[in-house]
């Protein structure tokens, strides 16, 4: 029914190079790229005009290295919101995230079709880049058709990019995402491959309201936040759950994998995904600004090859089992593109690939049992606390829209 908008979907993950590849296509003028259109908040973010200046005054919080930008991330929706932006989902980003059956909601297919018709009567193709989509790209490809790329990054460096954030502009969004996107589909196949004692603890995921919403990404968040010493142990191991699992799920359902360390480091096969890219948007993109920032933490607490060797061999044994298999293909109403082992097998190395740069890198740096509390109890919110929560969900209603008012009348910080 809508495979007459022949879109390209790119599917990644915060962190991974997604914002900087977004850019290289956006450059095309056949082309028109939507960022994040598929994220939570996204309808607060496109009622007013000045946000337009959230990546300006993002930036001066911390340094995202999006050097590369020449226009602020979300123009492309901005400039259609009017129209577009009723028929957003209120909170799109992690209801489907995991989809049953393979089956996308009816209210994302109405809104993610209003793009890509906005696209095709400017005679532009329309382009998704996206950081929600992994768990989800089986059944956006059978939905939509179209070219699909799956895009990963080093995830221990990717790991130190979100400690990055923390450290320098105080935000859990990046540490707590992965418990999210593992904790609201905990009951999904996929999600049940992780060994019971690894597993998100079991919390309700409440999206009838806006405060619903809010206290149950919050619950995740001082998950992340607790100062005790196991902490980043679980987080990282989440992470690398999440990272495997996702990308499993995303490669599979690809016609295109993009490694983003791999097309910086290595020239031949920076070659190879131009030319291939080239064939399928009529151009070769431009890679020429392309730059790696090595994000490496050694945590005292935890022995970071153990860690990994854990979740490789729970992989390895959810393959060999047949398990991973069968809840790859709940995700999309047809045959996966790449064979599931050949997807796994790539990641699995890729992580080996990324402990190897890690032990070797000069700039890794070590972060002790204490500096890690410290850390956590200094950025951590009044309302991770469960009481303040409870009291605070009861007021939002009420508070909420005087403080989106505030944010659209100031700077979005």
């Known amino acids: 029914?809508?495979?007459?908008?022949?879109?390209?979907?790119?599917?990644?993950?915060?962190?991974?190079?997604?914002?900087?590849?977004?850019?290289?296509?956006?450059?095309?003028?056949?082309?028109?790229?939507?960022?994040e259109s598929i994220m939570d908040g996204r309808k607060n973010n496109g009622r007013a005009k000045s946000a337009r200046n959230r990546p300006e005054s993002h930036s001066q919080t911390w340094d995202a290295n999006h050097h590369f930008f020449g226009g602020p991330y979300f123009d492309e929706l901005t400039d259609i919101w009017d129209s577009v932006g009723p028929l957003c989902p209120d909170f799109p980003e992690y209801e489907g995230f995991l989809p049953e059956n393979g089956l996308v909601s009816h209210e994302l297919i109405a809104y993610l079709s209003a793009l890509m018709a906005h696209a095709q009567s400017h005679s532009k193709r329309p382009v998704l880049c996206e950081v929600s989509s992994r768990g989800r790209a089986g059944a956006l490809r059978s939905t939509f058709g179209g070219f699909h790329i799956a895009q990963y990054r080093d995830p221990l460096s990717q790991f130190g990019s979100y400690i990055r954030a923390l450290v320098e502009g105080r935000t859990w969004t990046f540490l707590g995402t992965?418990?999210?996107?593992?904790?609201?589909?905990?009951?999904?196949?996929?999600?049940?491959?992780?060994?019971?004692?690894?597993?998100?603890?079991?919390?309700?995921?409440?999206?009838?309201?806006?405060?619903?919403?809010?206290?149950?990404?919050i619950q995740y968040f001082a998950l992340v936040s607790a100062s005790e010493p196991k902490t980043i142990e679980r987080v990282f191991r989440w992470h690398l759950f999440s990272w495997v699992l996702s990308n499993v799920a995303a490669l599979s359902y690809s016609d295109l994998s993009l490694d983003i360390d791999k097309a910086h480091d290595d020239p031949a096969y920076r070659a190879s995904l131009v030319a291939t890219l080239?064939?399928?948007?009529?151009?070769?993109?431009?890679?020429?600004?392309?730059?790696?920032?090595?994000?490496?933490?050694?945590?005292?607490?935890?022995?970071?090859?153990?860690?990994?060797?854990?979740?490789?061999?729970?992989?390895?044994?959810?393959?060999?089992?047949?398990?991973?298999?069968a809840a790859i293909r709940t995700l999309g109403k047809e045959p996966p593109l790449t064979s599931i082992a050949t997807a796994a097998e790539l990641l699995l190395e890729k992580i080996h690939a990324s402990l190897a740069s890690m032990m070797s890198s000069a700039?890794?740096?070590?972060?002790?049992?204490?500096?890690?509390?410290?850390?956590?109890a200094k950025n951590r919110k009044l309302w991770h606390k469960p009481g303040v929560r409870w009291i605070a969900e009861r007021i939002y209603p009420v508070a909420e829209p005087i403080v989106r008012k505030a944010r659209l009348a100031g700077s979005w910080v």
Not at 195 to 215: G, M, S, V, Y
Not at 287 to 298: G, H, N, Q, T
Not at 302 to 316: K, R
């Open 278 to 325: 080239a064939a399928e948007i009529g151009v070769a993109p431009d890679f020429s600004d392309i730059r790696k920032f090595d994000r490496y933490y050694a945590f005292e607490s935890f022995e970071t090859a153990e860690i990994c060797d854990q979740v490789v061999s729970a992989v390895h044994t959810a393959l060999d089992d047949g398990r991973l298999d």
């Open 1 to 35: 029914m809508t495979s007459e908008f022949d879109p390209i979907f790119v599917h990644a993950s915060m962190r991974s190079g997604s914002t900087y590849f977004f850019n290289v296509l956006r450059r095309n003028e056949t082309l028109l790229c939507f960022n």
């Open 363 to 376: 700039e890794r740096r070590r972060m002790s049992a204490a500096e890690w509390q410290e850390l956590a």
């Open 178 to 217: 992965p418990l999210i996107e593992l904790g609201a589909s905990g009951n999904h196949p996929l999600c049940r491959l992780i060994p019971e004692q690894w597993r998100i603890p079991a919390l309700p995921w409440r999206t009838k309201n806006k405060a619903q919403f809010w206290a149950s990404n």
